[in-house]
């Protein structure tokens, strides 16, 4: 079952993270954007009692001269080592990419690996126009609304990102 995640499941989300990455910075980035009111919202995957994974997204606004673009940054996906592999994380970037939609995203961006996130429908070469901290072909975005990035901006990642 794949649902919002609520304050009760935060010491498990942060487990989650820390055995999916086998290190706490990113545990420390979803404390912190939660802290600083910058994360959008999280989901979890949940079989029986137990949590296996997590995803994030914060908030991330492209500034235009026309305008602001809303936009949400992807960040971190977590699955448990053990159940890795079977689709979960899929599930979970699925699920949660409808409620970046029903929010009024018209793009989400990620830093992840190149191999992984194009199921999903993330592309490097929409991210190429944007004016951002990170570039090349780990940084990729999808667009909710078609054509949204292709006059750019400047990306503002929040403050617990560190850049």
């Known amino acids: 079952m794949i649902r919002a995640a609520a304050p009760g499941d935060f010491p498990a989300i942060r487990a989650i993270i820390r055995h999916a990455f086998g290190r706490a910075d990113e545990a420390n980035l979803v404390e912190a954007l939660r802290e600083d009111g910058d994360m959008l919202y999280e989901f979890v995957a949940q079989e ?42 899929l599930a979970l970037m699925e699920a949660s990419l409808a409620q970046c939609r029903a ?54 990642y929040a403050k617990a990102f560190g850049v």
């Open 48 to 89: 029986g009692i137990g949590l296996l994974g997590h995803i994030a997204f914060s908030r991330l606004p492209i500034e235009r001269p026309a305008g602001r673009v809303e936009a949400a940054a992807l960040a971190p996906l977590s699955v448990l080592p053990a159940f890795q592999r079977q689709g979960l994380g």
């Open 103 to 156: 929010l009024g995203c018209k793009a989400v961006l990620v830093l992840g690996r190149p191999s992984y996130y194009p199921r999903a429908g993330f592309r490097a070469d929409l991210a190429e126009p944007l004016e951002a901290p990170f570039s090349g072909p780990s940084f990729m975005a999808l667009e909710m609304e078609p054509g949204v990035l292709k006059a750019g901006g400047r990306v503002r």
